[in-house]
T-cell receptor, first 112, second 116 residues
Framework: GIQVEQSPPDLILQEGANSTLRCNFS?????LQWFHQNPWGQLINLFY???GTKQNGRLSATTVATERYSLLYISSSQTTDSGVYFC??????????????FGQGTILTVHP | GAGVSQSPSNKVTEKGKDVELRCDPI?????LYWYRQSLGQGLEFLIY????????KSGLPSDRFSAERTGGSVSTLTIQRTQQEDSAVYLC??????????????FGEGSWLTVV
């Protein structure tokens, strides 16, 4: 199956700092989503971004599908950004409609 | 509803008992998914529904696990004769498009299952 690797595994920031999280994947995809898992375990959808660039407030994401990677940018980080960030992809082709393969996540801790 | 709703939010059960977990997808969403998140295993796909049928059951870990969906809406995941390794968060998700790939998937808050 498709492999998804996220880096770094852990990231500790001071409030106000910027950060970049990376997601590499091993095959062509037709769905890529970034999620933030809050302390209660819910996966909050940040971006649906199989290609291109999107921005939402302090967050932005870029996916370069031809090179099989995606980046999540967090600017002016806040303590509420703490949590686990997951990248998940759906392999293109076949009948894997909606079947997401998740990376292992990046644990982000933002200190005040 | 406004989001994917799951119940119970927490369940503690004795080893060997059966449990049922319920998922109510976002209104109008025809695709429904079950995932599991456990320590050391990350997030795993269990099963996918398109309407009431389940074209992909590939992720169900054993025949103790089953799921059904009725009326194209609510789904129930049943675990029979629970084992301690079944302890995990069971996450339900839904998406609006039927039979097509490449669509945003929304998750519920999960059901935390502990088998003692």
């Amino acid at each position: 199956g498709i492999q998804v690797e996220q880096s770094p595994p852990d990231l500790i920031l001071q409030e106000g700092a910027n950060s970049t999280l990376r997601c590499n994947f091993s095959d062509s995809v037709n769905n890529l989503q970034w999620f933030h898992q809050n302390p209660w375990g819910q996966l909050i959808n940040l971006f649906y971004i199989p290609s291109g660039t999107k921005q939402n407030g302090r967050l932005s994401a870029t996916t370069v599908a031809t090179e099989r990677y995606s980046l999540l940018y967090i600017s002016s980080s806040q303590t509420t950004d703490s949590g686990v960030y997951f990248c998940a992809v759906e392999r293109a082709g076949g009948t894997s409609y909606g079947k997401l393969t998740f990376g292992q996540g990046t644990i982000l801790t933002v200190h005040p | 509803g406004a989001g994917v709703s799951q119940s119970p939010s927490n369940k503690v059960t004795e080893k060997g008992k059966d449990v049922e977990l319920r998922c109510d997808p976002i209104s109008g969403h025809t695709a429904l998914y079950w995932y599991r998140q456990s320590l050391g295993q990350g997030l795993e796909f269990l099963i996918y529904f398109q309407g009431n049928s389940a074209p992909d059951k590939s992720g169900l870990p054993s025949d103790r696990f089953s799921a059904e969906r009725t009326g194209g809406s609510v789904s129930t995941l049943t675990i029979q004769r629970t084992q301690q390794e079944d302890s995990a968060v069971y996450l339900c998700a839904s998406s609006v498009r039927q039979g097509l790939s490449g669509n945003t998937i929304y998750f519920g808050e999960g059901s935390w299952l502990t088998v003692v």
